[in-house]
Nanobody, 125 residues
Framework: QVQLVESGGGLVQSGGSLRLSCAAS????????IGWFRQAPGKERERIAC??????????TYSDSVQGRFTISRDDSLNTVYLQMNNLKPEDTAVYSC????????????????WGQGTQVTVSS
């Protein structure tokens, strides 16, 4: 059974940091790109970061809203993808989820049909 399970969310003050984890099971993580998405109340889900499979040798991509503050990384030996979030802002408050696809191109909120529970991140001002 294919599963992606997010963890690491919580309540943090503005300017703080969190590291989210996306644990994969039921498939070979190294073959896939993984994207991190977030959805704030009343807003559409947006992709904020994506990391390709190592074999594609392409760098990660970020949305403008998190560029320079968030870093996506992967450890295929641990079947886990991480999202290091620094200098958090109240507008980063959202439910964060991860999803997979063969490549970052085409990995968007519409193309993903199965979502996990996600992990809540709340940033207080």
């Amino acid at each position: 059974q294919v599963q992606l399970v997010e963890s690491g969310g919580g309540l943090v003050q503005s300017g703080g940091s969190l590291r989210l984890s996306c644990a994969a099971s039921g498939f070979t993580l190294s073959y896939y790109a993984i994207g991190w998405f977030r959805q704030a109340p009343g807003k559409e889900r947006e992709r904020i970061a994506c990391i390709t499979s190592i074999s594609r040798r392409a760098g990660p991509t970020y949305s403008d809203s998190v560029q320079g503050r968030f870093t996506i990384s992967r450890d295929d030996s641990l079947n886990t993808v991480y999202l290091q979030m620094n200098n958090l802002k109240p507008e980063d408050t959202a439910v964060y989820s991860c999803a997979r696809r063969q490549a970052c191109m085409g990995l968007n909120a519409i193309s993903v049909t199965d979502w996990g529970q996600g992990t809540q991140v709340t940033v207080s001002s």
